[in-house]
């Protein structure tokens, strides 16, 4: 990203085979904060002396670009001639147990508490679990069943 040197050698070797040997029908940038656009050369109006334009040359460019980016895209779109598409990451929420499942979660962890806080509860609590773990058909040793939730 140092505007002020010109690409390595074999930065640029690399844009030459692309254009001169392999000729592809496009190039496919994909991914946030390439190289490319960010290469010595005029901010705007970029001209055929600046690295972006000479190594890009004609060869169509595509640029999958992350949306909450919309900056950095544009400099791509500017400065190297992309044509961007854009993508927006899927919404991501932890999972959480529902219904019987959550109060027998629940349960274990109120028990786990007892043990160090209320010994003498704690029987009595574990009995509990034990009920709840049988009426769903799950396991009743209080380590398999945790791993069991924690699949659910």
């Given at each position: 990203h140092d505007t002020t040197r010109p690409p390595h050698p074999q930065y640029a070797g690399f844009y030459t085979w692309l254009s001169q040997v392999w000729k592809p029908d496009v190039i496919i940038h994909v991914?946030?904060?390439?190289?490319?656009?960010?290469?010595?050369?005029?901010?705007?109006?970029?001209?055929?002396?600046?690295?972006?334009?000479?190594?890009?040359?004609?060869?169509?460019?595509?640029?999958?670009?992350?949306?909450?980016?919309?900056?950095?895209?544009?400099?791509?779109?500017?400065?190297?001639?992309?044509?961007?598409?854009?993508?927006?990451?899927?919404?991501?929420?932890?999972?959480?147990?529902?219904?019987?499942?959550?109060?027998?979660?629940?349960?274990?962890?109120?028990?786990?508490?007892?043990?160090?806080?209320?010994?003498?509860t704690s029987a009595e609590l574990l009995e509990q679990v034990h009920g709840r773990a049988t009426a769903l058909h799950l396991p009743t040793d209080l380590d398999e069943l945790e791993v069991e939730l924690a699949r659910t």
């Amino acid at each position: 990203h140092d505007t002020t040197r010109p690409p390595h050698p074999q930065y640029a070797g690399f844009y030459t085979w692309l254009s001169q040997v392999w000729k592809p029908d496009v190039i496919i940038h994909v991914g946030t904060h390439g190289t490319l656009e960010f290469l010595q050369g005029k901010e705007n109006a970029v001209s055929a002396e600046c690295f972006p334009d000479m190594l890009i040359g004609d060869i169509p460019h595509v640029y999958i670009y992350y949306c909450g980016n919309a900056a950095e895209g544009l400099i791509a779109r500017r400065r190297a001639h992309a044509v961007l598409v854009s993508y927006q990451p899927p919404v991501m929420q932890p999972t959480r147990l529902d219904g019987e499942l959550a109060e027998l979660d629940d349960l274990i962890s109120e028990y786990r508490r007892s043990v160090t806080l209320m010994p003498q509860t704690s029987a009595e609590l574990l009995e509990q679990v034990h009920g709840r773990a049988t009426a769903l058909h799950l396991p009743t040793d209080l380590d398999e069943l945790e791993v069991e939730l924690a699949r659910t």
